[in-house]
């Protein structure tokens, strides 16, 4: 959470220093901004290139994060609150199973509590009890049913699946989106860079007139 407010923090200072650099005709903040949309579109491509490369390596890095996230799911709130969404928003369970949420010690069917052998509330089916209230017990023992009798209380595909097979139906429109955004960032680069062409050639012009007038 407080790496998008800090991302959000840099392009809202990173977008003020544009505007200023323009209204103000500041050469030195208008190069700063141009120098940084530049390299952000240098990022985003060699991200791309990145992605495309080692698609392999990505899915194996998400299903460790989301592994490790499962193990702290009771501990860290930020955690459980993506975990939760995801798992709600992709109809999903665990990584690649229902049953991975055996890594955690209060879900393992080892555990003492009334949450051994269960699953989150938001691997549920139906976590609403009577349509209004949030039923936190609608996973317990999930783990302990077979896929048969389980498909019918939780959602039994893991969420490496469900977001691949997301990206895959909305590669298009990602692709769509990410060859606008760039398309714009070039173009304010361009922008940018001739404003500060056409400042130069003010100031140059300006100059010449003053020396005339001596």
């Known amino acids: ?3 998008f407010a800090f991302l959000g923090l840099v392009l809202a200072l990173l977008s003020l220093t544009g505007c200023v650099g323009a209204l103000r005709e500041n050469m030195c903040l208008l190069r700063t901004f141009s120098a940084a949309v530049l390299l952000l579109v240098v990022a985003q491509v060699l991200a791309a290139v990145i992605v ?3 698609q392999g390596q990505i899915v194996e890095y998400l299903r460790s994060g989301m592994l490790a996230a499962m193990v702290r799911y009771q501990e860290d709130l930020d955690l459980r609150f993506i975990t939760d969404e995801i798992q709600t928003d992709l109809q999903c369970c665990g990584a690649d199973t229902y ?3 055996e890594i955690n010690v209060y879900f393992n069917c080892s555990a003492p ?3 051994a052998c269960g699953v989150p509330p938001s691997c549920c089916v139906d976590p609403l009890e009577n349509g209004t209230v949030w039923n936190t017990q609608c996973g317990v023992g999930a783990q302990q049913l077979d896929e048969f009798s389980a498909q019918s ?3 039994l595909g893991g969420c490496l699946g469900s977001i691949s097979r997301w990206i895959e139906h909305n590669g298009g429109v990602i692709v769509t989106v990410v060859i606008i955004l760039l398309g714009v960032q070039i173009l304010t680069l361009f922008i940018t860079t001739h404003l500060i062409q056409k400042i130069r050639w003010n ?4 100059d010449v ?5 001596q």
Do not use: E
């Open 99 to 101: 049953r991975d949420w």
């Open 1 to 3: 959470m407080l790496l």
């Open 52 to 54: 495309y490369s080692l």
């Open 209 to 213: 007139y003053l020396q005339s007038l």
């Open 153 to 155: 209380v939780i959602f």
């Open 203 to 206: 100031r140059a012009q300006h």
């Open 113 to 115: 509590g009334i949450q």
